[in-house]
């Protein structure tokens, strides 16, 4: 299982970006995005490049929401869109060298047509309500199994996930997951993260 992290700033304090960036890039995630729907671009840029050489130190993909341009200019490794965000080829044009574009769904059609768009990865969510995305009715986990059969693409499924209920969205097909607050909101990033990847492990080896 791969654990997918977004560095949202709803949830974290501008002065203490570089700090919870580092210890998110040092606990072993997958990825990390810069999420930060409250800013201007310009802010987003700035932060960015505060970003940006901490994912380097640690290898770890750099992906940014909603902004190709911006993911250029950080020479990001990728960036994230939604369902409203334009073409995914428009936004891997903008994005320049970037050599990751992932795309937000919300139901097996979407996340379809994302995979014949060329797609890199998808989210597939949100599962669960989720304080991130105010208004978005949760999808639930029945489909997670159907997805995963109908759409070669890494998946990662998103929205309200938390400890407790990771075995559960495990069960229900999922191969790799985003947390959002549960980890930035975390005492020990660290700690957590190893806790997640355990709860992925014993799931895994029940099923083998």
């Keep these: 299982m791969k654990l997918y992290s977004i560095l949202d700033l709803s949830y974290v304090d501008e002065e203490d970006i570089a700090i919870k960036a580092e210890s998110i890039c040092d606990s072993g995630i997958s990825m990390l995005q810069l999420r930060a729907k409250n800013h201007g671009p310009e802010r987003i840029l700035e932060i960015a490049k505060i970003v940006r050489p901490i994912c380097l130190k640690y290898k770890v993909p750099f992906i940014i929401n909603d902004y190709p341009k911006i993911a250029a200019e950080v020479s990001a490794d990728g960036v994230h869109i939604g369902q409203n965000d334009g073409e995914l080829e428009e936004a891997r044009n903008l994005a320049g060298n ?111």
């Design 98 to 208: 970037c050599k990751i574009v992932g795309r937000s769904t919300h139901c097996p059609e979407q996340a379809r047509k994302a995979h014949e768009e060329g797609a890199d990865y998808i989210g597939f969510g949100p599962l669960y309500p989720t304080a991130t995305k105010p208004g978005r009715p949760a999808i639930g986990l029945n489909e997670i199994a159907l997805v995963h059969n109908e759409v070669p693409l890494p998946i990662f499924c998103i929205g309200g996930i938390t400890e407790q209920t990771l075995p559960e969205v495990l069960n229900a097909g999922a191969q790799n997951v985003v947390i959002v607050s549960n980890l930035l909101q975390s005492e020990d990033i660290k700690s957590y993260v190893l806790r997640i990847q355990r709860i992925g492990k014993n799931n895994s080896d029940q099923k083998s």
